[in-house]
């Protein structure tokens, strides 16, 4: 540690950043360079966990600090082409450059008066995404992933149906398919509309929602004097990417005077490689979608698309004086904190500007269509082996299949969560598990920038490999 260093406390030499720098970056790249020989799942994390230090040091460690970060790598879950679990983004590294240089700029991306630059580049990678899948008269913002934009998009929706900001909630019922994600019977209860007022309707045979039981639901509810609000509709389920009807969601909300919230968390940015799926998604109210899942930027970045700024505003503003923008140009007078949940917001915007920037658009759309096109490849191979059988159909880009027994659906059910179990203590490839009417699901995710032909192969091998390890077979 230099002289000047130990005069400026926290400080430290531009020489010394630059060799902690080079040291981190040098690390990353050994770790995408070494990531198609990794397991798909470190074998024991545990392990390389235990070499942390549990204590916290009382005096620096110079250098020596990054010591430790060997560990963490060793110990971390790797993006690599064969992790098919959840709907997890494989993290893009031109994205994470720029990830690094937020941090060091270190902008509270609250308004134009706090970081012009921030929200600038904001506004443009909004409007970019909202074109690229055809929601070009969308706005909207940047947050932490599908879970915050879809708090958001319902406060909003209640805001513009039953106000309950300055008086308090009024009631009101959501609606949305029992296949819907968590985070929305997470939103109707911290919002206070409670969870009894969530109605989960039935599906069809596609595992999409069935619109003219939602139509039944929701004139039950309003001659039963309750007040309808909103219907979720969602743009690629989380089980098996099943996309709701949405232009005859539209049709009901319009007949009912509700707010259409689009959870496409998961697949909304397909549309911008197979738009033919999602027709009535620029008739929404509000969209949400993660672009560190389909976009495989680095996390977080989440993003919610709005039509209407007034209704964001009057939602979501309660300022102080000492955050009121000075200036009264359109784009300088951007507030985000006016139209968002959040008021210390980092610069999430800069790694998916950076990344766009460096590999266009058509790059993206090009990899989402592999993707699709890997889900595909997967299911034709499935119903080549009459052991396997597909469990729903493969609409983007989840593939549910299972195993077959000739024993009760418990044992089925018991034999699939063991080859998933082995499956991943195998490390070749990670796949996840969903549950689809009573049937344990194993569960491939495409969403992964990295993942080839060869990838996508190994997955049935391996399936197979492990049924026969259980089986005594090898």
Request: proline share 4%; net charge negative.
């Given at each position: ?112 008066r706090s970081a012009p630059s921030g929200v600038a580049i904001e506004q443009q990678v909004i409007s970019w995404i909202a074109q690229f899948i055809a929601c070009g008269e969308f706005t909207g913002s940047l947050c932490g992933g599908g879970s915050a934009s879809n708090l958001m998009a319902l406060a909003m929706a209640r805001e513009s149906r039953l106000p309950a900001n300055e008086t308090g909630v ?176 980092r610069f999430r915007a800069l790694k998916l500007w950076l990344s766009l920037r460096y590999h266009g658009l058509e790059a993206f759309r090009s990899a989402i269509g592999v993707d699709l096109r890997h889900a595909a490849e997967l299911a034709s191979r499935i119903a080549t082996h009459p052991e396997l059988e597909l469990l729903a159909p493969v609409t983007l880009s989840a593939v549910c299949f299972r ?72």
């Open positions: 540690m230099t002289e000047q260093e130990n005069e400026a406390g926290l400080s430290i030499a531009d020489e010394t950043f630059r060799t902690l720098g080079r040291r981190v970056i040098d690390m990353a790249a050994d770790f995408l360079r070494d990531l198609e020989h990794m397991p798909a799942y470190p074998s024991d994390p545990a392990a390389s966990l235990q070499d942390l230090d549990a204590a916290p040091p009382r005096l620096g460690m110079g250098e020596h600090a990054l010591d430790a970060l060997s560990a963490v790598i060793a110990s971390s879950r790797p993006p690599t082409s064969r992790f098919f679990g959840y709907v997890s983004g494989s993290g893009e590294p031109v994205a994470a450059l720029g990830d690094l240089l937020a941090s060091v700029l270190n902008q509270n991306v609250t308004s134009w009024q009631g009101g019922v959501v609606y949305a398919s029992s296949e819907v994600h968590m985070s929305i019977p997470k939103a109707v209860a911290l919002l206070g509309l409670g969870r009894a007022n969530l109605r989960l309707v039935a599906v069809d045979g596609e595992y999409r929602l069935d619109v003219r039981v939602l139509e039944e639901v929701i004139r039950a509810d309003v001659t039963a004097g309750l007040k309808p609000l909103a219907v979720v509709a969602t743009a690629g389920t989380v089980n098996t990417g099943a996309i709701d009807p949405l232009l005859q969601v539209r049709a009901v909300c319009d007949r009912f005077d509700l707010w259409l919230h689009v959870d496409g968390a998961y697949g909304a940015l397909a549309a911008a490689a197979a738009p033919e799926k999602f027709v009535g998604l620029s008739q929404a109210d509000s969209i949400s979608l993660d672009a560190h899942k389909w976009l495989y930027q680095p996390l977080d970045c989440g993003v919610l698309l709005f039509k209407d700024v007034a209704t964001a505003i009057r939602t979501f503003s309660h300022s102080g004086d000492y955050v009121k923008p000075l200036e009264t140009e359109a784009a300088a007078a951007c507030s985000y904190f006016d139209q968002s949940v959040e008021l210390s917001r195993y077959r027994s000739t024993g009760s659906m418990m044992a089925t059910n018991e034999l699939n969560t063991a080859i998933l179990k082995r499956v991943i203590s195998r490390g070749r490839v990670y796949l996840s598990n969903a549950t689809l009417r009573g049937m344990c699901a194993l569960r491939a995710c495409f969403v992964n920038h990295r993942t080839r032909d060869t990838d996508v192969a190994l997955i049935v091998t391996e399936v197979l490999a492990a049924a026969a390890e259980l089986s005594g077979g090898v």
